[in-house]
C-alpha cells in the first residue's frame, strides 16, 4: 500500500521555526510534485507550497519569504522549513504528493500551532 506518513508539526511561540517532513512509502516512482496544504479553525484547504520534480516551486504569498519548501528525489521526500512563524500560521498541514500511475495521495496532517 502507497502512502504518505507525515512528522514535525507541534506547538511554537510566534517568531519561531518548525520543520516539516513528508516521506513516501511503498512506491519507487518519483513524485511529479509534492506539495503542503493547511487548514486553520474555520477556514477551507489552502496552498502552502509545492514543488515539482525539476525543483522548481510556488508559494502561497502569505508565506513567501518565511516558508521554504524542498525535496529529496532519491527518497521521495519533501520537507517544509517553516520560518518566522506568526498565530495566523496555526494550521492542519496535510502533504501531498501526485505519483505516476497511482494517483494523488494524502498524507494523514500534522496540527502546527503559533501561540505564546
Known amino acids: 500500500q502507497v502512502k504518505l506518513v507525515e512528522s514535525g508539526g507541534g506547538l511554537v511561540q510566534p517568531g519561531g521555526s518548525l520543520r516539516l517532513s513528508c516521506a513516501v512509502f511503498?512506491?519507487?516512482?518519483?513524485?511529479?510534485?509534492m506539495g503542503w496544504y493547511r487548514q486553520g479553525p474555520g477556514k477551507e484547504r489552502e496552498l502552502v507550497a509545492s514543488v515539482l520534480r525539476s525543483g522548481a516551486t510556488n508559494y502561497a504569498d502569505s508565506v513567501k519569504g518565511r516558508f521554504t519548501i524542498s525535496r529529496d528525489n532519491v527518497k521521495s521526500q519533501a520537507f517544509l522549513q517553516m520560518n518566522s512563524l506568526k498565530p495566523e500560521d496555526t494550521a492542519v498541514y496535510y502533504c501531498?504528493?501526485?505519483?505516476?500511475?497511482?494517483?494523488?495521495?494524502w498524507g494523514q496532517g500534522t496540527q502546527v500551532t503559533v501561540s505564546s
Open positions: 511503498g512506491s519507487s516512482l518519483s513524485a511529479t510534485s
Open positions: 501531498d504528493a501526485v505519483l505516476p500511475v497511482v494517483g494523488i495521495l
